[in-house]
């Protein structure tokens, strides 16, 4: 299994930056990609961001230049990976969920329990 704990969230202001924690625990050999969603209530979680273990990223044209994922070397028994959000907007005002996805055994997707993020006007 792999344990996701995030943080990091809390209120800005419209155009200020927040950075978002991720800390990945137990079988985090088996990891090919982090990801981080939002979802806002009555909408369906959006993918904000993708890294994958080779240090790839990905993200959404609608985020590009605004939003950045990427992750720092640790012990080897943690992975953590930040999204670093700029010039944020109200519109991104949503829960930000980290996610794990990887084979062990079969495929797998794990989920932390969500930050919230608020941007005020």
């Known amino acids: 299994q792999v344990q996701l704990v995030e943080s990091g969230g809390g209120l800005v202001q419209a155009g200020g930056s927040l950075r978002l924690s991720c800390v990945a625990s137990?079988?985090?050999?088996?990891?090919?990609?982090m990801n981080w969603y939002r979802q806002v209530p009555g909408k369906q979680r959006e993918l904000v961001a993708t890294i994958t273990t080779n240090g790839s990223t990905n993200y959404p044209d609608s985020l590009k230049g605004r939003f950045t994922i990427y992750t720092i070397s640790g012990d080897n028994a943690k992975k953590t990976v930040y999204l670093q959000m700029e010039s944020l907007k109200p519109e991104d005002t949503a829960l930000y969920y980290c996610?794990?996805?990887?084979?062990?055994?079969?495929?797998?997707?794990?989920w932390g329990q969500g930050t919230q993020v608020t941007v005020s006007s």
């Open positions: 137990g079988m985090i050999f088996s990891i090919n990609a």
């Open positions: 996610n794990a996805k990887g084979y062990l055994y079969g495929l797998f997707s794990y």
